[in-house]
């Protein structure tokens, strides 16, 4: 399983829709930082409702804004930068299908997607496009929920990620693939003050972990008693991250398939991105 460091392709689903030009800046800021080339794929149902790209910032326009560009540049600049944007717009009227369509003939290493993260009746009745694709995708995936503004600053493009919540419980070596993910996540983004909690729920013994080393980078243990799910969403409310990292499993249970797994019942509530790394 390839971590952040070695992103080769970002695929990030957008409905066009509200918020959807902060995902896409989350997206081009992982490819910017890693010369990826990035995907971005629009599905409508009909060919009625293809909605106008011209509602999605140019990667140009967001350079520009950033600064990494000087005014006046062109499009051929960015590709100087290492930088490659495809856009895609399809029709079809099985969305959920159509973006696992693009993921199978993109093969990302990460997926960047906006979720209105649906709870209670609202999630029976419509479930979730997003929770959905990366279950099935297997890639590491950023969900970005409606509500939350995200870890880059829209105007200056800087990656803003102060504190980080870790859930640890269950087999190590998964674990410690996600730390290692998590990792290389942040070295890519040139964080460099961070403080990083892992949040231990339960009587079981910790589990041990080798964390990174980083000028900066503080990593603290929180431990709680209760359920998992609200343990950690305890946390998140107490000290207000601005990533949670999840090491995940998919659905492993009849419960899980109903209600969701761990990593999509706090994803609903977190109110913050969340990172979510598929381990064995």
Known sequence: MTTPAGIQRILVPVDLGPGSDRVFAHALKLALCT?????????????????????LPGAL????????????????EVEALGLHVDR??????????SIVGAVIETLPNILVVGTSARTGLERLR????????ARR???????????????????TGSAD???????????AGGLQ???????????????????????HVGDESQPELEVAAREGWQWSLDRRQGDVVEGVLAAVEQLRPELVVMATRGHDS???????????????????????VPVD
């Open 35 to 55: 010369g990826a080339r990035l995907s971005a794929v629009h599905v409508a149902l009909d060919p009625d409702k293809l909605a106008p790209w011209t509602r």
């Open 61 to 76: 326009d967001l350079l520009l804004r950033w600064g990494v560009l000087p005014a006046g540049a062109t499009e051929a």
């Open 88 to 97: 895609d717009a399809r029709v079809d009227a099985d969305t959920e299908q």
């Open 126 to 133: 419509h479930g979730s496009v997003a929770e959905a694709v």
């Open 137 to 155: 995708s297997g890639a590491v995936t950023l969900f970005l929920p409606q509500a939350a503004p995200g870890f880059v600053d829209m105007d």
């Open 161 to 171: 990620i102060r504190t980080v919540i870790f859930p640890v419980g269950g087999p």
């Open 177 to 199: 693939h996600a730390v290692d993910v998590l990792g290389a996540f942040l070295d890519v983004l040139d964080v460099s003050s961070t403080r990083v909690v892992l949040v």
């Open 254 to 276: 009849l419960l899980d398939a109903l209600r969701g797994s761990k990593t999509e019942l706090v994803l609903r509530r977190a109110g913050c991105a969340v990172l979510a």
